[in-house]
């Protein structure tokens, strides 16, 4: 076995939470670094802490290996809250949901459902459009299912510091017909921006056009504090009878993220049990079933929607530095010399394209983050 | 028209149309010997009283969170699992070339190792090199390996229906003629579907002649603990082979062991020649998990690491294990007794020459398609038994069926 090698004891640069890239950060001794580590916790949703307690103490609960596709009731509530309960799909029957391992477990199994069965061919390999920029690591997932051709089409706009939505729909309406596209109905990462109600009409309109929609919601209810409202690109698509996939992640929304709670959404016009039986196939191969835990949870949970509502609202609550962000991510401009100051110099860890997590800023490290943000942009670096 | 219009229909899994058609199943006197889960003697299935007990610990210490574990898992859970495997005091654990990456169950472990090796183990693309899986084998092994992109998947010789053991001469022949640096998936005890395992003696001629041809050896341990009650045991194989200065991997479960079969607790151990290659194949092992699951779940693995690093909390784990180890002991002994008693033609001897939870019976599939049509005892078409189906309130009405088969269905 013979290979080079870049792995180091730390985490890469590619991770989703700051506050586990501030690894590194435990190193550091200077008295005056940003205290992340001390105020800086993610949140647990009381609710959470309750029903994990009931759930270890339930007699009646067992261990056994779950349904291939997950637990029914999870995957009934996660369609649920993604598409509304009277969603033609839902009433029609014509969608159906897995449960996976978290986000990124229903990302490669929709690159490779599709990659099996989407166009009528055993071995469709793209292209696929990405935005942007985009997480690092989507291109990665897509071609190791096998789908080489991956392309992008334009989505920020570093001028007018937010998505420039015509350059997006000269992308799709230049793209090739059947072309898988990865759209993002809620908290685009890397850079918080989001499209509004009318843009994603236009986006829709385009989609109608033989090009199929692969979305994914991470953190629905948390960018605008509206369940309904974060998950409205997608439910606007099917309301136009498209066919699509969501991949949906419960681990910024519930604060589970180690618990990997995931969910496939398949809306289909016909075959849905074929393609059902295709997917479980696919399932086998990757994980055998599911974790319960916590799916367990966000299925309780889920049944409990009002006080549910009410306490995302209190997780929603951004510092009022950002004005453009929607939720955790947001591009703050720094360029990567400026990046490299605010690591080097003012010990504050972000992404290298600029991108940070802002539910990492709190009352006690706001001014000296604001501060040091404002060092790098405007001093001669 | 949907763009899905043309999908076909897959087949299920057979292991679970089983139990679906066994649930439906309105007789009273039916019995699932069918899905690889552990039942009690009411025919229930047994969350292990240490596992109660951790769970409880763990919903109740305030002090946990539930933050992204590291990419490659919990760095307790692995390193303990792999213990569990090699053994405390393993000389290659001490020389620090022993790396684990926590995975989403054995299945996923499997996974993690076959895409790896595809990437990397001979050359850069093994898309060619021949894997090795038993006749029989694991229904999944064949789907996991082939979806990893290796393009020829070849069975060895194992079972020797003739006899009802094991085809050595069969599978020393197989080793001896695949191309050299071959993968070979082998059961590190308890083999599934047969529940025949090589002696002490015979897995010692095949190491030789792995070695020999420089043969990987990739070994799935499901059961440890579970067949002969005694964890080391039951491991002795594995570290046979590591002995012997192999460098291999070793896909752990804990589904069968602690009972945690829905949280998918996983362990693919790594054992290589030194510190520097570990270190590098881990490295390339966290960029397959990264864009397959990015990390792992926590709770089942938080709770099995508890429990093996918890001395008071290990033995009890250990005792449970035996406990489902003796059920399955007895009711294999038992169901010895009443076929000979019942004078059911045929030797039954392999019954309790087999280890684990399943048993080899060598019925047809005629005479399994009479038990399961006519006396709604749900086996698979091979022949193979789940040992914990069994109840001392069945086990008669299963031998008196047995009986019926052998003796009226040719």
Known sequence: MQMNSEFRERQPIGVKNLSVALTRHRLECRQDRTDFLKHGH?????????????????????????????????????TQLALGKDSPAIVESRVFGIQTVGCTGAVCLGAELLRSCYCSSSSWSGPILLSSPCDDSLAGTFKAAGIEDVQYYRYWDAESNGVCVENMVHDLENAPEQCVVVLFASGHRPTGAELSQEDWKRVAEVMKRQLFAFFLMSAQGLCSGSLEQDAWPVRHCVSLGLELLCAQSFSHNFGLYGERVGHLLCVLKQNLLAVQSQAEKLVQTLWSCPPMEGARVVATVLNLIPSFTSALVCLGKEPPLFKKITFSFSITQCNSQQVDFLVQKKHIYLLPNGCLNVSAINSRNLDYVAESIHQALSSKL | MSIFGEVPQAAPVAVFKLTADFREDQNPSKVNLGVGAYRTDEGQPWVLPVVRKVEKMIADDHSLNHEYLPILG??????????????????????????????????????????????????????????????????????????????DIRPYKYWDAGKRGLDLEGFLGDLESAPDHSIFVLHACAHNPTGTDPTQDQWKQIADVMKRKSLFAFFDSAYQGFASGNLDKDAWAVRYFVSQGFELFCAQSFSKNFGLYNERVGNLTVVAKDQDNLNRVLSQMEKIVRITWSNPPSQGARLVAITLNTPELFAEWKDNVKTMADRVLLMRAQLKEKLKALGTPGTWEHITEQIGMFSFTGLNPKQVEYLVKEKHIYLMASGRINMCGLTTKNIDYVAESIHEAVTTVQ
């Open chain 1, 42 to 78: 993610t949140t647990w949703l009381p609710l959470v802490r309750k029903i994990k307690q009931q759930i270890s103490t339930d007699p009646t609960l067992i261990t056994e290996y779950p349904h291939i596709l997950g637990i029914p009731e999870f995957t009934r509530r996660a």
């Open chain 2, 74 to 151: 919990l760095p307790e859970f692995r390193s303990s699992s792999s213990k569990i495997a090699l053994g405390e005091d393993s000389p290659a654990i001490k020389d620090n070339r022993v790396g684990a990456v926590q995975c989403l169950g054995g299945t996923g472990a499997l996974k993690i190792g076959a895409e790896f090796l595809r990437r990397w183990y001979n050359g850069t693309d093994n898309t060619k090199t021949p894997v090795y899986v038993s006749a029989p084998t694991w229904e999944n092994h064949n789907a996991v390996f082939s979806n990893a992109g290796f393009e």
